[in-house]
């Protein structure tokens, strides 16, 4: 059975920095799309970024959204099984559930929520102004 397990959540000021991780189990994504997404109370679940395989062996590519540019960065440790999302510069309007994602495929659409066959639960980020 495939699990994503998020952590890393948590409150934090304006401007404060956090690291979400997710670690996956029951199959290794090794060269497969991972990603993170979120979605804010009322709103639609929105990409935030993916790393994604570059087709040569051991490089991957990182993806974002564009109001993330910059100020967070996805990486992913496959001896671990697990992507990390550190955010810096939190702003409030960026307080949301935090969810991250894994795809059984390889060349996905990756900003499209469709495209990722499993899920985490979900971790809250809190941002206070």
């Known amino acids: 059975q495939v699990q994503l397990v998020e952590s890393g959540g948590g409150l934090v000021q304006a401007g404060g920095s956090l690291q979400l991780s997710c670690a996956a189990s029951g199959r290794t994504f090794s060269n497969n799309a991972m990603a993170w997404f979120r979605q804010a109370p009322g709103k639609e679940r929105e990409f935030v970024a993916a790393v994604a395989w570059s087709g040569s062996w051991n490089v991957f590519n990182a993806y974002y959204a564009n109001s993330v540019k910059g100020r967070f960065t996805i990486s992913r440790d496959n001896d671990k099984n697990t992507v990390y999302l550190q955010m810096n510069r939190l702003k409030p309007e960026e307080t949301a559930v935090y969810y991250c994602?894994?795809?059984?495929?390889?060349?996905?659409?990756?900003?499209?929520?469709?495209?990722?066959?499993?899920w985490g639960q979900g971790t809250q980020v809190t941002v206070s102004s």
């Open positions: 994602a894994a795809s059984q495929g390889v060349g996905v659409r990756l900003p499209e929520s469709l495209s990722y066959d499993y």
